[in-house]
T-cell receptor
Framework: AQTVTQSQPEMSVQEAETVTLSCTYD???????LFWYKQPPSRQMILVIR??????QNATENRFSVNFQKAAKSFSLKISDSQLGDAAMYFC???????????FGAGTILRVKS | DSGVTQTPKHLITATGQRVTLRCSPR?????VYWYQQSLDQGLQFLIQ???????AKGNILERFSAQQFPDLHSELNLSSLELGDSALYFC???????????????FGPGTRLTVL
């Protein structure tokens, strides 16, 4: 069974600094998709970034980028120039190429200090 | 705003009761997914419907059922409610989500269920 592990229950970052959230996953599949979702205090689940396993290039979305290491089964999220609005719970998620269900990690709470 | 709507936002009920949660997917999306978020279990996949048909099942209790209607909105029915059913229930939608492709899922705002 696929599992997703986020080993950092909580992280803090100073405003305007950079922070990296870690995620590892376990799968025997070769093709799959990985996601980072953000859940602010409003509880809305917001898509941050998506990575296809067959793509070697790391995905980027403005201040958000990933470091995808397929062999190591690692998928970390880097947030540059952190803003107060980035404070949220961040979930790493996995889905098989021909799959349906998202498998989520336990989440990392990110606090941003002004 | 993801374009996925869920009603109601909050629901408070008693043990043993039955409730219905409603979800409208984004325009053009054929798949609807239901997830449960609780403190002890985290985010768990419950069930998926694609164009009116059940496509995948996760850790959904027998007391729970769902359906997707011809207009593609979906309802999640929870019956014989227990204290442990208190959770945030999310609906998500995607364009296809068939077994041939994995689409990005966009989430609704959730329904917070409290069972007293």
């Amino acid at each position: 069974a696929q599992t997703v592990t986020q080993s950092q229950p909580e992280m803090s970052v100073q405003e305007a600094e950079t922070v990296t959230l870690s995620c590892t996953y376990d799968t025997s599949e070769s093709d799959y998709y990985l996601f980072w979702y953000k859940q602010p205090p409003s509880r809305q689940m917001i898509l941050v970034i998506r990575q296809e396993a067959y793509k070697q290039q790391n995905a980027t979305e403005n201040r958000f980028s990933v470091n995808f290491q397929k062999a190591a089964k690692s998928f970390s999220l880097k947030i540059s120039d952190s803003q107060l609005g980035d404070a949220a719970m961040y979930f790493c998620a996995y889905v098989m190429e021909y799959g349906n269900k998202l498998v989520f990690g336990a989440g990392t709470i990110l606090r941003v200090k002004s | 705003d993801s374009g996925v709507t869920q009603t109601p936002k909050h629901l408070i009920t008693a043990t043993g009761q039955r409730v219905t949660l409603r979800c409208s997917p984004r325009s053009g999306d054929l798949s609807v997914y239901w997830y449960q978020q609780s403190l002890d279990q985290g985010l768990q996949f419950l069930i998926q419907y694609y164009n009116g048909e059940e496509r995948a099942k996760g850790n959904i209790l027998e007391r729970f059922s769902a359906q997707q209607f011809p207009d593609l909105h979906s309802e999640l029915n929870l019956s014989s409610l227990e204290l442990g059913d208190s959770a945030l229930y999310f609906c998500a939608s995607s364009v296809a989500g068939t077994r041939f492709v994995a689409d990005t899922q966009y989430f609704g705002p959730g329904t917070r269920l409290t069972v007293l």
